[in-house]
């Protein structure tokens, strides 16, 4: 059975979700062999094999943390020469559609993003002008790279032996172009990462002010959500521009969307249309936002929002 | 400096787009064009990069004659020349050849900086800066909220989920941009005047030196298998806080079994 490489994300050695999404695809289309770079691949395995990872190629080298994207692309492009795998598939998070994007240049691939699922026979499922229509698409040259939306598709375990394999792949000067030069964290909590969460709770300019996104994160926090903001209030500065949802921010597609405070303008709802549910705190019932809503409630959210929290926790006591 | 600007003329995203029953390539006769907004302030960047270290601001736009408009605008923002990859055996280019039509024209062009958009708002796809970084063979430093000249050097600071990456390379190099980086000015009375001067080069395939067997949808190494609308969601059910819309909302989440 043919390979199906899978580019595995981590931070220090805790194999993000995505990946392990990303197993459960592979599995369909051929034998999945996950992709390590950096350190940790042994506290990362157990995960990998938990979703079926035959393999891991492991590529320990410290400049796959160093440089932006080349190296990673440049050891793709080796491992996808000398395994002709079935198909590759990545992330789709920015990072991840680059290094697609240089494997594609590299192997004289096509590449899909976006994808929400994808079939045994490579069949990928696009969600484009944000969610209002739905494309089958496929690769027709070289090996098929797949850039996979986060949270599209339930992980499910089958366990694999994720045989660790090392792999010495030299990285060329010409890949080592932009160096890092510091990480600079900023504060999120404890809180999920957006794309990840399976519960966003996101406000708008309704919230009213910086103070008042408090508000937001308590409901978040009550129900172990992450929190997203429009471009409204990012614009604002009430909320850092990294938690814009949307088509110019982030897309998510959780289990559970509360938007609370935001009208739902279409480019508003280009990122988050395809959550499984959506509940809206507006106090406009012309709103467009409610167009979307599972669950809506008319009302002032800073009436509705500090009951619902309270009921939450009362609910979880 | 020699900056060239990758401008891509989009549909209106506040209209209903869709696709072309025939082929399934964007519809882009019956909506309005306007430039992509990221790349708006791409080329705000590139004005202030020229304004602080001089040089020259080229705008490179590959679309259907109807882009003309936005290459246009993109001059009365302040822009010094154009260049218009327009030539029919391109449509239905998907990225990686796209990719590789503007990569010809930079390398023809010469370049000490090419700047890009994150994304565009109808492929958003998100590939061509990596792709044009790498075929170009220079450094990719793309989604950056900030930009920082010191010939030869460049630093920018990189959009990553936990904050950001500060990084840096020798020029030349391609860049993109996220929407944090500036506040794209708006196009004076003068240069909208003075914009109708200046000067646009038109491109044909041959003209570039662009294999036509490597572009056009039929070639594209991608492929649309088939398409439909999403069906519209269900209604869901509506309350009026009473008092009682928190208590509501928290029974429904536990109907839901979110809590
Ligand atoms: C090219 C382009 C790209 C864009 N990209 C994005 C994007 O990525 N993401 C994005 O979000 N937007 C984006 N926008 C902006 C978008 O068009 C809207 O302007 C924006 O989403 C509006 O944000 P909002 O819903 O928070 O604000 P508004 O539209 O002002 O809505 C605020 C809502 O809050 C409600 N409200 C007010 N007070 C209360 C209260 N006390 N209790 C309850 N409800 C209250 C109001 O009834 C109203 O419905 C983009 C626009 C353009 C042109
Ligand atoms: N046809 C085009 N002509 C010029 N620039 C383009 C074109 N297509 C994409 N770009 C550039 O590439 C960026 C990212 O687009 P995309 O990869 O399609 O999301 C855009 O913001 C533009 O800067």
Redesign the pocket.
Do not use: C, W
């Given at each position: 059975m043919a390979e199906v490489l899978v580019f595995a994300e981590h931070t220090g050695g805790e194999v993000k979700k995505v990946t392990c999404e990303l197993l459960t695809l592979a599995r369909r289309i051929g034998e999945p062999a996950a992709i390590w770079t950096g350190p940790d691949a042994e506290a990362g395995r157990e995960r990998l094999a938990e979703f079926g990872a035959a393999r891991v190629y492991v590529a320990d080298g410290a400049e796959f943390d160093e440089y932006v994207t080349g190296p990673k692309a440049e050891l793709l492009a080796a491992l996808v020469a000398e395994k002709s795998p079935a198909a590759v598939l990545v992330a789709g998070t920015p990072e991840g559609k680059e290094i697609a994007a240089r494997l594609a240049v590299k192997s004289g691939s096509g590449v899909l993003t976006d994808a929400v699922d994808v079939t045994g026979e490579l069949v990928a499922e696009q969600s484009i002008f944000g969610g209002s229509i739905v494309v089958r698409a496929k690769v027709r040259a070289g090996t098929p790279i797949v850039a996979v939306r986060p949270n599209a598709v339930t992980p499910q375990a089958e366990v694999g032996a994720a045989e660790l394999v090392p792999v010495d792949v030299p990285v060329s000067d010409a890949a080592k172009g932009a160096k890092i030069t510091e990480r600079v964290m900023q504060e999120r909590g404890e809180r999920p990462e957006l794309t990840e969460a399976s519960v966003v709770v996101s406000g708008?300019?309704?919230v009213?002010g910086a103070e008042s996104f408090a508000l937001i994160e308590q409901l978040a926090d009550s129900l172990g959500a992450a929190v997203g903001a429009?471009?409204?209030?990012t614009d604002a500065g009430w909320y850092p521009h990294q938690f814009?949802?949307?088509?110019?921010?982030k897309t998510v597609a959780p289990q559970l969307y509360v938007a609370v405070?935001?009208?739902?303008?279409i480019?508003?709802r280009a990122?988050m249309q395809t959550s499984k549910t959506i509940m809206v705190?507006?106090?406009?019932p012309e709103?467009p936002i409610f167009e979307l809503a599972d669950f809506g409630v008319v009302?002032?959210?800073?009436k509705v929002v500090p009951q619902l929290v309270e009921q939450i926790g009362q609910r979880q006591a | 400096m020699n900056i060239v600007v990758c401008v891509k003329q989009v549909p209106d995203?506040a209209v209903e787009r869709t696709l072309r029953p025939g082929d399934a390539t964007l519809d882009r006769e019956s909506v309005d064009g306007l430039i992509n907004?990221l790349d708006e302030y791409a080329i705000e960047e590139a004005l202030r990069i020229s304004e602080a270290h001089g040089g020259e601001v080229t705008i490179l736009t590959m679309g259907p004659q109807k882009a003309a408009d936005s290459i246009r605008k993109a001059l009365s923002m302040g822009c010094d020349k154009a260049v218009h990859l327009l030539d029919d055996g391109l449509a239905g280019s998907d990225a990686l050849q796209t990719s590789y039509a503007l990569a010809q024209v930079i390398t023809r062009t010469g370049f000490d900086l090419v700047i890009l958009g994150s994304e565009s708002?109808d492929a958003r796809t998100g590939l061509l800066a990596a792709m044009l970084a790498e075929r170009l063979g220079v450094p990719q430093l793309s989604l950056a909220s900030k930009v920082e000249i010191d010939a030869p050097a460049i630093r920018i600071h990189r959009q990553a989920d936990y904050g950001y990456d500060k990084v840096e390379a020798a020029l030349p190099a391609v860049v993109s941009v996220v929407e944090k980086i500036n506040e794209p000015r708006y196009p004076s009375f003068k240069g909208i005047m003075a914009a109708k001067k200046k000067p646009v080069q038109t491109l044909s395939l041959a003209d570039a030196g662009i294999d036509p067997a490597q572009v056009g949808l039929a070639a594209a190494a991608t492929e649309v298998v088939s398409w439909a609308q999403r069906p519209p969601r269900q209604a869901g059910t509506i309350v009026k806080d009473e008092g009682d819309g928190g208590a509501k909302a928290a029974e429904y989440l536990a109907a839901q079994k979110f809590i």
């Open positions: 708008g300019r309704g009213g429009s471009r409204a209030a814009q949802v949307g088509q110019t921010g405070g935001i009208s739902g303008a480019q508003h990122g705190i507006n106090k406009d709103a009302g002032d959210l800073f | 995203t907004e708002t």
